[in-house]
């Protein structure tokens, strides 16, 4: 591979092609469909579809097929296919849809409304992963301007991943044989520890979500006669929440929610520390005077990947401040996020949690915990000698500093279940997701350099990929 000719490829790529087609993807406001129940009578999803495939064919890039999939309930998926000069294949996973916009964003700034600052790509979606798309496109096509060969490709883009990936075993069941059994899978949503070098994701947490309801009296009653005597539903909600999370530390009491940690990933987290060092925490907009939760660095990297952490993402029963009136409230209900290590199973972690908080309510309050479909974390298998050196060489190449892994606290459903269906594939899970650029969150951005880089990085893999497999 030419490298300063790829260099250039891929940065006239991003410049001249993707960063216009992710300017109009970001004006799109095509929500998930959990965050989106009539996604289908809105058609932002359909406008999204359509610019991808659209832009896609426009590509020059010999025997690149783009179609829509279509199952009938589901959302739509997106595939590409490019032939290849080997019989092995390689999958390529990104996906469309979008959390919501969230409030907060800075003047000047929302997530419908593409601008660029100082290198970055502000807006909803573009880099958690509407940049996916074009990046694999690109990436082929970087191949094929240097007439390299590379393997067949299959481009997966889904529209439902920020719903946790409801619609895709059904995809990937009814496509089974057209995809074949890929040796090598590479997801591009994922994140980066800094824009440095190239990260690749060695694991990915589970989830367990679930609605908590303490339930004290068939309705509200006044403060004033009943304090003292009917016991807070939000009081044992707090005590129930107890048993599950210590208050103080933030540490997950049960032992059953923890698993070892493999001493590979250990050392992997020490190894990201020493390059990170505080920018782990730095990064994160703590307000003045507060601060993380420890100051050594290795162990905030394992809590966030490897340790079982718990967040109160939502309620209900408690009325806004301006409505809430002087009444002992009949019930309380949180929404509860627990994120989960990446190999421990999630319907063993459900069974857990549900016994932990209904067992033996206090003052016999009546107590339910509806948990949601818990999603699979991931642990990747050991790269591949080629895979090890290519990925180093990527990195070196393209971002001109060695590579480091790391694992994510996020969850990426798919992963696991492309562990599991493919045994014997390698993984290459990496993605944009820097520091400050705020996934799900306002002034969600895109550092356009890194996206560019991160292209030719995967050029690069798939040129080794097919040397290695030849």
Same mark, same amino acid.
Request: net charge negative; proline share 7%; aromatic share 8%.
């Given at each position: 591979?030419?490298?300063t000719a790829a260099r250039s490829f891929v940065e006239r790529a991003w410049s001249e092609r993707i960063v216009p087609a992710l300017r109009d993807y970001i004006t799109i406001p095509n929500q998930s469909p959990a965050f989106d129940h009539a996604w289908r009578e809105h058609g932002h999803m359909e406008r999204a579809v359509e610019l991808i495939t659209r832009w896609t064919q426009a590509q020059q890039v010999p025997g690149l097929r ?118 090598l899978v590479i997801c591009l949503d994922s994140g980066c520890g800094n824009y440095d070098q190239l990260w690749v994701t060695t694991s990915l947490r589970g989830l367990l979500g679930g609605l908590l309801t303490v339930t004290v009296l068939r309705e509200g009653v006044h403060s004033g006669a009943a ?38 990933? =250990?050392?992997? &987290?020490? @190894? +990201?520390? $020493? !390059? ?8 994160? *907009?703590?307000? #003045? ?53 990446? =190999?421990?199973? &999630?319907? @063993? +972690?459900? $069974? !857990? ?8 309510? *206090?003052?016999? #309050? ?105």
């Amino acid at each position: 591979m030419d490298i300063t000719a790829a260099r250039s490829f891929v940065e006239r790529a991003w410049s001249e092609r993707i960063v216009p087609a992710l300017r109009d993807y970001i004006t799109i406001p095509n929500q998930s469909p959990a965050f989106d129940h009539a996604w289908r009578e809105h058609g932002h999803m359909e406008r999204a579809v359509e610019l991808i495939t659209r832009w896609t064919q426009a590509q020059q890039v010999p025997g690149l097929r783009v179609e829509v999939v279509r199952l009938a309930g589901r959302t739509p998926l997106v595939w590409m296919e490019v032939p290849g000069a080997s019989d092995e294949t390689v999958l390529l996973y990104g996906h469309l849809d979008k959390q919501p916009p969230m409030e907060g964003w800075q003047e000047g700034l929302g997530p419908w409304t593409p601008v660029i600052r100082d290198g970055k790509l502000y807006g909803r979606g573009g880099a958690d992963d509407g940049y996916s798309a074009f990046a694999c496109v690109a990436a082929i096509g970087a191949l094929h301007a240097q007439r390299l060969p590379h393997a067949r490709c299959v481009v997966l883009i889904e529209a439902c991943e920020e719903s946790g990936s409801g619609d895709l075993p059904a995809y990937i069941d009814a496509l089974a044989e057209r995809i074949g059994t890929p040796s090598l899978v590479i997801c591009l949503d994922s994140g980066c520890g800094n824009y440095d070098q190239l990260w690749v994701t060695t694991s990915l947490r589970g989830l367990l979500g679930g609605l908590l309801t303490v339930t004290v009296l068939r309705e509200g009653v006044h403060s004033g006669a009943a304090s003292g005597i009917v016991p807070s539903s939000f009081r044992i909600a707090r005590q129930l929440l107890d048993r599950l999370e210590d208050e103080r530390t933030g540490a997950i009491r049960p032992r059953a929610l923890y698993v070892d940690v493999p001493d590979e990933r =250990t050392e992997q &987290a020490t @190894k +990201a520390a $020493a !390059v990170l060092g505080p920018s782990v925490y730095a990064s994160f *907009p703590f307000v #003045a005077g507060a601060a993380p939760v420890t100051a050594d660095v290795t162990e905030l990297l394992l809590n966030r990947t490897w340790c079982p952490q718990l967040e109160v993402i939502g309620a209900a029963g408690l009325p806004a401040p301006e409505r809430a009136g002087n009444v002992l409230r009949a019930e309380t209900t949180l929404k509860l996020s627990l994120r989960l290590p990446p =190999t421990l199973d &999630a319907g @063993k +972690a459900t $069974a !857990v949690v549900r016994d932990v908080l209904t067992s033996d309510p *206090p003052h016999g #309050a009546q107590v339910a915990f509806v948990p949601e479909q818990g999603a699979a974390g991931w642990n990747a298998p050991p790269l591949a000698p080629w895979l090890s050196e290519s990925v180093a060489r990527a990195s070196r190449e393209f971002f001109g500093h060695d590579v480091c892994f790391h694992g994510e606290g996020g969850t990426i459903p798919f992963m696991a279940m492309l562990g599991e269906r493919f045994p014997r594939a390698q993984f290459v899970i990496t993605g944009v997701l820097g520091p400050h650029s705020n996934a799900h969150g306002p002034n969600e951005f895109l550092d356009l350099a890194t996206g560019a880089r991160l292209t030719g990085c995967v050029a690069r893999v798939l040129a080794d990929h097919y040397r290695a497999s030849a």
